[in-house]
């Protein structure tokens, strides 16, 4: 049996045989399985009755296996795991879990990025699109919409194993207005503001 969110090692004693796997998911949604190392390999997918359903051979990092397919909730699967070279014995390492979605929410602002994918177990590089929003500059993000400080910053390395949302943390900009002066304010991006404070000694 195939555990979710696991590493495995798929022992091939046999040159040309295939390591069997059967997993029948909890929940309905995509799943990722993808082998690491520097074997070419490759995998199957096949429903209960021995139908195939797809297969990889080299559309993971290098020579390695990468399939994603979206599996039905109390459905039994298999999964076929065996070396390209029908000579080659040993262990092929891989990795099965499901496919995590990460949201953006602008929290206040305007031009949320589109979510991305992670992989489960993989580090995922986060966007390094960002909204918008008048008088205030983005420090970053955070799973916690109240959040005054940024836990990620645009294109940082995001390894959590879970889907999530993450809210853009501001911080209002405010210029300090001179009197008797001839001030430019410089206006970057089109709709927005720039700010001033001002406190008069009379």
Excluded at 51 to 57: E, I
Excluded at 75 to 89: M, S
Excluded at 105 to 114: D, E, F, I, R, V
Aim: proline share 3%; with cysteine.
């Amino acid at each position: 049996k195939l555990t979710c969110n696991t590493h495995q090692s798929a022992q091939i004693s046999k040159g040309g045989t295939m390591a069997y796997y059967t997993f029948t998911p909890s929940s309905s949604g995509k799943y990722v399985i993808y082998s690491t190392g520097s074997d070419d390999t490759r995998v199957y997918l096949y429903d209960s009755n021995d139908n195939q359903l797809a297969s990889n051979d080299d559309s993971g990092s290098g020579r390695n296996f990468r399939l994603q397919y979206n599996l039905v909730a109390g459905k039994q699967y298999k999964f076929g795991v065996r070396f390209y070279n029908g000579l080659k014995t040993g262990k092929i390492n891989f990795c099965f879990g499901p496919i995590y979605k990460i949201t953006y929410n602008a929290n206040g602002g305007s031009g949320s990025p589109s979510a991305q994918e992670k992989d489960y177990g993989l580090t995922l590089k986060l966007t390094t699109n960002k909204p918008i929003r008048s008088g205030y500059i983005l420090l970053g993000w955070s799973a916690n919409k109240n959040a005054t400080n940024a836990t990620y910053k645009p294109g940082s390395s995001y390894s959590g194993n879970r889907s999530c949302t993450l809210y853009a943390i501001w911080k209002p900009v405010y210029n300090t207005l001179q009197k008797n002066s001839v001030n430019t304010a410089q206006i970057s991006e089109g709709g927005t503001m720039s700010y001033y404070t001002f406190t008069p000694s009379s």
